[in-house]
């Protein structure tokens, strides 16, 4: 079974700061999903990849398939970003039988 | 609709009773899923269809969670003889499609069901 780990659990950051979060998986996947999700639960995805980078706005991801390991960042953060992020992996048999970590919270503070 | 709506938003029940939760997700996906997200836990996955199909059920914990969708829009989770375990938010989400860019998911905001 594949295990998904999130680091760090918290992150404080101040507003404009650079921030890496991080996601590491244990078992070959066919796309990785990173989430934003605000207090009172609504979950947003951010990017579904496969390979590569994507960038969106101020928030890019990567992944490097042969290490499994992929990380989301955020430029220029402001506290509106503040907010659990969660990556998932997921298989080709299955798309939606994803493997979720447990969440990174982000703190931006003004 | 826009997005992807779920109902109710919370449910409260006790032990014992029967409780069924609504997706409608959005026009013209055909791939919905379910997930479970227990207090500071990431979601875990209970069951997705494509169509009116359920092509993975293997998340569901036990014979006491069934959904169905019968018309391949609107599902119903139904959870039979609760148990305070069952007590978390229960998340719905809907793609276009079940691989590729067509599997980017969209999710509702959740029924909060807690059993007392």
């Known amino acids: 079974k594949n295990e998904v780990e999130q680091s760090p659990q918290n992150l404080t950051a101040q507003e404009g700061e650079f921030i890496t979060i991080n996601c590491s998986y244990s078992?070959?996947?066919?796309?990785l999903h990173w989430l934003q999700q605000h207090p009172g639960g609504g979950i947003v995805s951010l990017f579904m990849l496969s390979s590569g980078k994507k960038k969106h706005g101020r928030l890019i991801a990567t992944i490097n398939i042969q290490e499994k390991h992929s990380s989301l960042h955020i430029t220029a953060s402001h506290p509106r970003d503040s907010a659990v992020y969660i990556c998932a992996t997921g298989f080709g048999g299955s798309q939606g039988n994803l493997i979720f970590g447990k969440g990174t919270k982000l703190s931006v503070k003004p | 609709g826009a997005g992807v709506s779920q109902t109710p938003s919370n449910k409260v029940t006790e032990k014992g009773k029967y409780v069924e939760l609504r997706c409608d997700p959005i026009?013209?996906?055909?791939?919905l899923y379910w997930y479970r997200q227990s207090l500071g836990q990431g979601p875990e996955f209970l069951i997705y269809f494509q169509g009116t199909g359920a092509a993975d059920d293997s998340g569901l914990p036990n014979d006491r969670f069934f959904a169905v969708r019968p018309e391949g829009s609107v599902s119903t989770l139904k959870i039979q003889r609760t148990e305070r375990g069952d007590s978390a938010v229960y998340l719905c989400?809907?793609?276009?499609?079940?691989?590729?860019?067509?599997?980017?998911?969209?999710f509702g905001e959740g029924s909060r069901l807690t059993v007392l």
């Open positions: 078992v070959g996947i066919s796309a």
């Open positions: 026009s013209g996906h055909t791939a």
């Open positions: 989400a809907s793609s276009l499609g079940a691989s590729g860019r067509r599997g980017e998911l969209f």
